[in-house]
């Protein structure tokens, strides 16, 4: 008789992030944490600290607060103490999650005895400047990537990377979350018709995203010009406190042009997810190739026509869930001609897909703890 196959072994996986304020990748920490933790591992996160801690307790994990984000030499003091900190908690794998942090794990991981100190994974979620503070993602026994085209920008920039290290792992979005044909409830509509009254029978065009220049904003605003005036550009994004002086731009821009009736800025917005719905089509034009294209892959699952930069990340996630998005890149008269085929019907809206091309969260995640157990063995 066949033994039945060993359960796996109880890890404790430490996630490294500069803070838990919001973003992407903090949202990644958290949503890794909470799938050690379903799986009865123990779930370990150090960062500066940040709004998201308290989700991350509330759903087991643990937090140490300490700050190994902060770019500069003095950061570097915290290497003895980290190294002591893994030893203490008999960490199996460490998962530094940005540039910064992975240093810092390195230094410390560098000098434990090889037999007892935990296996190293490091992540590439941008496609950062080549350089030798960028090149610390590649210093990982594993080096686990957001998307097929941060696998290239990895063995192309930096050849000494043994290929076998990289592991593809792409983000996803969980379908309850962001469900097919997703309509906001009524008070909610009523609230944004209040707020948002110039919406009202124009055909509403949505590019969400902070106010930095990598998202094409001016590109939006070129389209916007192309098209009749029925169409209205919806920028949905807080402003970068770093670059204030762009989002004057942008606002200037928008005034000199004279589109100040037909594009709106709505600010930093919580409700993304109903705010996409209501939209008629949401676009994605960030003007350099990005790791992956989140916000477009959220508003095809949720049954929005999404028109895209076919190239990076969005150009990825275009041509497996909604083709009919993908257009040259920087071509707003492209991108206008597609909105107005989306509008007339010639262009169909996407599909529902309840694997969304394989780009779901539990894909993802599965794939993350696969890569954690078979490590440690």
């Known amino acids: 008789m066949t033994a039945p196959d060993a359960p796996p072994r109880r890890l404790t996986v430490a996630q490294l992030v500069p803070d838990l304020h919001g973003g992407g990748v903090e949202r990644s920490v958290l949503d890794v944490s909470r799938a050690l933790v379903e799986r009865d591992h123990r779930s370990l996160v150090i960062s500066s600290g940040g709004r998201l801690v308290d ?5 087991g994990g643990e937090h140490t607060t300490l700050d190994l984000g902060r770019k500069s030499p003095w950061t ?3 290497v003895p103490r980290l190294r002591r900190w893994l030893n203490e908690h008999r960490v199996d794998v460490l998962h530094p999650q940005s540039r910064m942090p992975a240093w810092i794990a390195f230094l410390a991981w560098r000098k434990m005895p090889e037999a007892t100190r935990p296996r190293l994974v490091t992540a590439v979620h941008g496609l950062h400047s080549v350089s030798r503070y960028s090149a610390i993602v590649t210093r990982g026994e594993k080096i686990e990537v957001v998307s097929e085209v941060a696998r290239r920008y990895v063995l192309d920039n930096y050849p000494r990377c043994d290929a076998e290290r990289v592991v593809v792992n792409p983000r996803g979005v969980d379908p309850k979350a962001f469900p097919f044909g997703y309509r906001p409830d009524d008070a909610w509509r009523q609230q944004w018709r209040d707020a948002y009254p110039q ?4 055909f509403v065009v949505t590019l969400p995203g902070r106010l930095t220049r990598l998202k094409g904003h001016h590109d939006l605003l070129d389209v916007i010009a192309a098209l009749p005036p029925r169409f209205h550009g919806l920028i949905v994004g807080g402003e970068d406190p770093k670059r204030l002086a762009y989002a004057k731009e942008l606002r200037d821009a928008v005034t000199q042009r004279g589109l100040s009736d037909r594009v709106t800025f709505t600010g930093h917005r919580a409700d993304i997810r109903d705010v996409l719905a209501v939209s008629d089509a949401a676009v994605s034009l960030s003007t350099k190739p990005e790791s992956f294209g989140l916000a477009a892959l959220e508003s095809v699952a949720l049954g929005r026509p999404t028109v895209g930069y076919d190239h990076g990340g969005v150009g990825e996630v275009l041509a497996r869930v909604y083709p009919a998005g993908r257009v040259p890149r920087g071509d707003t008269a492209a991108v206008a001609a597609r909105l107005i085929k989306i509008e007339s019907g010639a262009v169909p809206p ?14 993802t995640l599965e794939r993350s703890l696969k890569l954690y157990e078979t490590l440690v063995v």
């Not at 989700?55 to 759903?59: D, K, S, T, Y």
């Not at 919406?199 to 124009?202: F, K, Q, S, V, W």
């Not at 996407?350 to 894909?363: E, K, M, R, V």
């Open 55 to 59: 989700e991350l307790v509330q759903h």
């Open 350 to 363: 996407p599909a529902a897909d309840p694997i969304l091309g394989g780009f779901t969260l539990d894909a």
């Open 199 to 202: 919406l009202d029978g124009r």
């Open 76 to 78: 570097l003091r915290h």
